[in-house]
Antibody, heavy 120, light 106 residues
Framework: EVQLVQSGAEVKKPGESLKISCKGS????????IGWVRQMPGKGLEWMGI????????RYSPSFQGQVTISADKSINTAYLQWSSLKASDTAMYYC?????????????WGQGTLVTVSS | DIQMTQSPSTLSASVGDRVTITCRAS??????LAWYQQKPGKAPKLLIY???TLESGVPSRFSGSGSGTEFTLTISSLQPDDFATYYC????????FGQGTKVEIK
């Protein structure tokens, strides 16, 4: 069974750094792209970017390029989303999701979400 | 940048109704469009991909159509479990989601 299990909720202060994780199981982790999607409170879905864990090829939405870093450690089947300096506007639910196909594609399996709260 | 416009933003319907949601792209995206259902507090669920391909396990009352710039998601007979928010997603050079359509009980 394909599963994506995300790390737990985080409460951080503005300016702090953060790295959240998404661990895949039940499939060959290096063969499928993993993406990150933001959902701000009461708002819609925003595509942030994707990574291919096999070779760490990464693509970002222009809206998120330079704002976050997407990475992966294929040795432990885990993808990451990282901020170097959080802002209050980063408060949101973040989902990881798996793509079945190569390149930019739709997501067939989703993690349960990680709630990030940034507040002074 | 290709914009995705989803309509309506809210839709009030009754059990048994036929429901149609539209997603328009500002430029052609061929058939690179997916539809998702999201319930409160839950992750989205894939319904349709490549504009009209039904994801395995999704009830056949859901269908998708369209290509180029105009796409529709149709629920042939709305069921109690279908009250949720629906999103389209375009995926070509990169990806964006539509703004969402909340289907609520009339």
């Amino acid at each position: 069974e394909v599963q994506l299990v995300q790390s737990g909720a985080e409460v951080k202060k503005p300016g702090e750094s953060l790295k959240i994780s998404c661990k895949g199981s039940g499939y060959r982790f290096t063969s499928n792209w993993i993406g990150w999607v933001r959902q701000m409170p009461g708002k819609g879905l925003e595509w942030m970017g994707i990574i291919y864990p096999g070779d760490s090829d990464t693509r970002y939405s222009p809206s998120f390029q330079g704002q976050v870093t997407i990475s992966a450690d294929k040795s432990i089947n885990t993808a990451y989303l990282q901020w170097s300096s959080l802002k209050a506007s980063d408060t949101a639910m973040y989902y990881c999701a798996r793509q079945l196909l190569r390149g930019v594609s739709h997501f067939d399996y989703w993690g349960q979400g990680t709630l990030v709260t940034v507040s002074s | 940048d290709i914009q995705m416009t989803q309509s309506p933003s809210t839709l009030s319907a009754s059990v048994g109704d036929r429901v149609t949601i539209t997603c328009r792209a500002s430029q052609s995206i061929s058939s690179w469009l997916a539809w998702y259902q999201q319930k409160p507090g839950k992750a989205p669920k894939l319904l349709i991909y490549k504009a009209s391909t039904l994801e395995s396990g999704v009830p056949s009352r859901f269908s998708g159509s369209g290509s180029g710039t105009e796409f529709t998601l149709t629920i042939s007979s709305l069921q109690p479990d279908d009250f949720a928010t629906y999103y389209c997603q375009r995926y070509d050079s990169y990806s964006t989601f539509g703004q969402g359509t909340k289907v609520e009980i009339k």
